[in-house]
Each structure stands twice: as C-alpha cells, then as structure tokens.
C-alpha cells in the first residue's frame, strides 16, 4: 500500500514562528504536493514539486516555501507563521506521467497559529 | 481556467436513500475526473475516477459517469448507509488536480 505520512498531525505555534511540516511518500513517486484546506474553500495548492530539487507555486505561495532534497521527502515552511495561516495541511504524492494518474494524500496536520 | 464546480452541502439523508452530487467541470480539453472522500480526522482517498468521455467509474457502491457533452461527473448511490458519511470532493485534472470545494454528507439512521 502507498502510505503518505505527515509528521504531525496536530500543531500549535505562535505568531512569528518558523514552522516545518514533513511530509514523506514510501512509493518511489516523482511528483508531491502541499495543500491547505479550509472551511468553504476547500483544497488550494500551495506548492508543488515534480522531481527532486523541483518546486513550482501553486494558486496560494505566498508565505510558504518548501524544500525538496530527497525524493520521498517534501517539506512545507512557514518563515513567519501568522494566525491566518491557521489551517489543515494535506500533503500528496503521484506518479508523473499519465494525466489519470491518481493521487495519494497524507492524514494531514491541523495547525493552529496563536 | 480550468475549474470544477460541485453542489454545495451539507446534505443530511437518511440510511438508504439515493445519493446524487453534482459535479461540472470547465477545461480547455477533457481531463481525467475523480471523486474523492474525507472522512472525518482523515486524508482524502480516492473513491473512484474516469479518464475518458463515456468511462463510469465504480467503487464500494458509488458510481460516476464521464459526460463530454454536459461536462459532468455526478456522483451517485443507490442505498447510503451511516458509515457514507464523510466530505466529498470532485476533481479534475490535466496535468495539476484541481478540486471542488466539497460537499459534506450526513446519513442518519
């Protein structure tokens, strides 16, 4: 089975804060993703990455970056966490290629900034 | 751009009732479509999906059919049961996944 693991699922920072949130995908895939879900807005992309050291922005950049050493691991920070940034982060993984190519999510983090 | 578009909840039913969500798309071409499900505390899984005009994607009871020519992919269940309850989301993708913004279902017994 594909497994996407986050490393927290619940996390409380204060405003200001550097905040990292792991994400690491056990299927060898190219592609990982980071998004945040809210309450009537559903799922926006954040960043995306198609290979190792590849990262392109999604509809929501700003205040996030991420990093991408390894290919099973994609990492989100927030450099200067503020409170509207209170969110869940959903982390996922696919293979590249096939445009059907499905893809697997994380359980999420729910962090919330004071 | 691209976009989909699926009906806004919450939708409350009751055990056995007949499920329909609505989901339309708007592409420059025809994507891959999927349905997924969040259950409550989880990810999201994929529940079913279709790639191709006229494809019906099927799993643990729901169905969905690709239609080109209203642009749809409705998610259906003949019989809902308590444990159906969950967030659904509708997604379309051509390269990126592009979601809907959810439809949370409720079934009481």
């Known amino acids: 089975d594909v497994k996407v693991t986050q490393s927290s699922r619940y996390l409380v920072k204060r405003t200001g804060e550097k905040v990292f949130l792991e994400c690491v995908q056990d299927m060898d895939h190219e592609n990982m993703f980071w998004y945040r879900q809210d309450p009537g807005l559903g799922l926006r992309l954040i960043y995306f990455s198609y290979d190792v050291k590849m990262k392109e922005k999604g509809d929501i950049p700003e205040g996030y970056s991420v990093s991408r050493e390894k290919k099973e691991r994609f990492s989100l920070i927030l450099e200067s966490a503020s409170t509207n940034q209170t969110s869940m982060y959903l982390c996922a993984s696919r293979f590249s290629g096939r445009r059907g190519n499905e893809q697997f999510f994380g359980p999420g983090t729910r962090l919330t900034v004071l | 751009g691209n976009s989909v578009t699926q009906m806004e909840g919450p939708v409350t039913l009751s055990e056995e009732a007949f499920l329909t969500i609505n989901c339309t798309y708007t592409a420059t071409g025809y994507p891959s479509l999927f349905w997924y499900v969040q259950y409550p505390g989880e990810g999201l899984q994929l529940l079913l999906k279709?790639?191709?005009?006229?494809d019906k994607g099927s799993n643990k009871g729901f169905e969905a059919t690709y239609r080109k020519e209203t642009t749809s992919f409705h998610l259906e269940k003949g019989s809902v049961q308590v444990s159906d309850s969950a967030v659904y989301f509708c997604g379309g993708s051509q390269g990126n996944l592009i979601f809907g913004k959810g439809t949370k279902l409720s079934v009481k017994p």
């Open positions: 279709a790639t191709k005009a006229d």
